[in-house]
């Protein structure tokens, strides 16, 4: 299902589908609850998108290699498939060393990375030389729920956990819904055993076997 799919839906089980309601209440209640799948390793946020190596050039900005992403996001891998590599990680304490021994002038095919500042750019060493300059880059990144488009196929949200996910939602948005304080705890509980489930089938292809009050959430 679609996350435009599931607001439509949890707005209706609210009883207001307009929508300055679904704007300003149920897409920001929905994205809460996304990012709490994804903290319980029930979700996978994970997206990927590709830039191309610029002659001499050290950095390169996030939010236009990932198409203007609202949010800062957290860079996870940068792969090189032309040469068949992986670029390895450095902190920002190796850098700034590996950057200190090469020299200002170096060159090259790049072979590291990081992040910074503030996740704003990601910068490469050594940046690349002619014979490497134009080569396309993948990296792995992971998204933040407002970003997503509202079209973004969630894959692992399976119609039988729709009404545990608007359990979640409508958690989030208890004011507004006529349940009584009574149905707290049933939505409680199913929410969670849909984190359960929807994690076990993320990391296994199985339901989750581990009780929710193991889950160590």
């Known amino acids: 299902m679609t996350k435009s799919e599931i607001i439509d839906h949890a707005a209706r089980e609210l009883g ?3 929508d300055g309601f ?8 929905f994205e809460l609850v996304l990012l709490e799948l994804a903290q319980a390793n029930a979700l996978d946020l994970r997206r990927t ?6 002659l001499n050039q050290r950095t390169y900005e996030v939010r236009e290699i990932t198409s203007g992403q609202a949010h800062q996001v957290e ?19 190796d850098f700034a060393d590996r ?3 090469m020299g200002q002038t170096a060159v090259g095919r790049p072979m590291w990375w990081r992040q910074f500042p503030n996740r704003q750019v990601i910068e490469v060493l050594p940046p690349c030389n002619a014979d490497n300059a134009g080569v396309e880059l993948q990296v792995v990144y992971e998204t933040n729920p407002g970003d997503m488009p509202d079209n973004d ?7 039988r956990e729709l009404p545990s996910v608007i359990d979640g939602v409508k958690l989030r948005c208890a004011f507004f819904a006529q349940d009584t304080a009574a149905m707290v705890p049933l939505m409680t509980a199913r929410w969670e055993e849909a984190k359960a489930r929807m994690r076990g089938r993320l990391h296994n292809d199985r339901p989750s076997r581990v009780p929710v009050s193991e889950g160590g959430w």
Do not use: C, G, H
Request: hydrophobic fraction near 45%; proline fraction near 4%.
């Open 16 to 18: 207001d589908t307009s």
């Open 22 to 29: 679904k704007d300003a209440i149920v897409k920001p209640a």
């Open 49 to 54: 998108a590709t830039f191309r190596t610029v």
């Open 75 to 93: 860079v996870l891998d940068v792969y090189a498939y032309p040469w068949n590599a992986k670029l390895e990680r450095l902190t920002d304490a």
């Open 99 to 101: 950057r200190l021994t």
């Open 153 to 159: 196929e969630l894959t692992l949200v399976m119609q």
